[in-house]
């Protein structure tokens, strides 16, 4: 499961589109889908355990997916009303929201783009 839902990752644009495309340039796209995975694996390890939310998040389809899951578990809909979800119906609250998210992935490109390996150090 978790390597479907690496790539799931890879192919929408966040941070953990560009970690994936920078691995499979070095290593190949099998290799990038399994760090990818092992890279969301921690990433959720630490929003779990710090009790905190994901920074990238998209927030306006995080609503719609919570709502969903709300009403496929049996929660009535409301009718008449504008539900906490409706922003997505928005096109441009969601261009917008895909901007900021894509503007994150090319923030970590600019990052790692630079670095270097650490050279090992002599234990002279």
């Known amino acids: 499961?978790?390597?479907?839902?690496?790539?799931?990752?890879?192919r929408a644009p966040g941070p953990l589109r560009a970690f994936y495309r920078r691995i499979k340039n070095r290593r190949g796209f099998q290799i990038a889908v399994v760090a990818t995975a092992r890279k969301m694996t921690v990433l959720c390890w630490h929003l779990v355990t710090k009790d905190e939310d994901y920074?990238?998040?998209?927030?306006?389809?995080?609503?719609?997916?919570?709502?969903?899951l709300e009403l496929s578990a049996g929660n009535p809909p409301q009718v008449a009303k504008r539900g906490v979800a409706y922003d997505y119906n928005n096109k441009d609250h969601r261009r917008h929201e895909r901007e900021?998210?894509?503007?994150?992935e090319r923030?970590?490109?600019v990052t790692v783009a630079h670095?270097?390996?650490?050279?090992?150090v002599s234990g002279g």
């Open 1 to 10: 499961m978790l390597v479907e839902a690496a790539w799931v990752a890879s």
């Open 107 to 109: 923030a970590y490109e």
């Open 55 to 68: 920074a990238f998040v998209r927030p306006s389809l995080n609503t719609r997916k919570r709502r969903n």
């Open 115 to 120: 670095w270097q390996p650490k050279k090992p």
């Open 100 to 104: 900021l998210v894509e503007h994150a």
